[in-house]
């Protein structure tokens, strides 16, 4: 019903940048949240960043002052600014979504994940 794909994982130096984003498609009638997650190897899920419908933002203490996460709602869209990486911000990210069907259903949505490598 609800389709997330995610886009613009990679390899980085420590110190630079990558811009992630996520687009949902299908069966949406509005999105009540957007989140951001990451899994480093051999830990469990952590959140990372989120934003509600109305704009508040959260974030992670270890991100705090590194990343931005940002909406476009009319594309269903949202992206992840990460600047300053360090090499334990390395893990998949995984983008999030609690949405409002056009049934009228909530559904709780996952991407497939993209991997971010910080490594020099």
């Known amino acids: 019903q609800v389709q997330l794909v995610e886009s613009g994982g990679g390899l980085v130096q420590p110190g630079g940048s990558l811009r992630l984003s996520c687009a949902a498609s299908?069966?949406?009638?509005?999105?009540?949240?957007m989140t951001w997650y990451r899994q480093a190897p051999g830990k469990e899920r952590e959140l990372v960043a989120g934003v509600i419908n109305g704009g508040r933002t959260n974030y992670a203490d270890s991100v705090k002052g590194r990343f931005t996460i940002s909406r476009d709602g009319a594309k269903n869209t949202v992206h992840l600014q990460m600047n300053s990486l360090k090499p334990e911000d390395t893990a998949i990210y995984y983008c999030?979504?609690?949405?409002?069907?056009?049934?009228?259903?909530?559904?709780?949505?996952w991407g497939q994940g993209t991997q971010v490598t910080v490594s020099s």
């Open positions: 999030n979504a609690y949405v409002l069907t056009i049934a009228r259903v909530y559904v709780n949505c």
């Open positions: 299908g069966s949406i009638f509005s999105i009540q949240a």
